[in-house]
């Protein structure tokens, strides 16, 4: 049985950064693609980003282009989203996810997903 536990979240001001970590237990995390999606409340959930198994290839939604950042450490299980620029538009529910392949997490699919960390930005 897989489990990811995101941690990281928090309040921060207009402009400031969060660091989110997602560590997997129970599977090997080199065979698996990685992403986050998140959730605003009444809102439909939203993809924003994705990164390969090797970590090679990385995507972002245009909402995050520029601003976010998602990396990997396979040796440790776990995967990062690096979020600078905060805007009170990103508050949310910030789920990790894994699936299968990059190419599903780009289509906004996934196997595994996470209870998710709260991140809120204050104006």
């Known amino acids: 049985q897989v489990q990811l536990a995101e941690s990281g979240g928090g309040l921060v001001q207009t402009g400031g950064s969060l660091l989110l970590s997602c560590t997997a237990s129970?599977?090997?995390?080199?065979?698996?693609?990685m992403g986050w999606f998140r959730q605003a409340p009444g809102k439909e959930r939203e993809f924003v980003s994705a990164i390969s198994r090797s970590g090679g290839s990385t995507y972002y939604a245009d909402s995050v282009k520029g601003r976010f950042t998602i990396s990997r450490n396979n040796a440790k299980n776990t995967v990062y989203l690096q979020m600078n620029s905060l805007k009170p538009e990103d508050t949310a529910v910030y789920h990790c996810?894994?699936?299968?392949?990059?190419?599903?997490?780009?289509?906004?699919?996934?196997?595994?997903w996470g209870q998710g960390t709260q991140v809120t930005v204050s104006s």
């Open positions: 129970g599977r090997t995390l080199p065979t698996y693609a």
């Open positions: 996810a894994m699936a299968s392949n990059y190419a599903r997490l780009v289509g906004r699919e996934y196997d595994y």
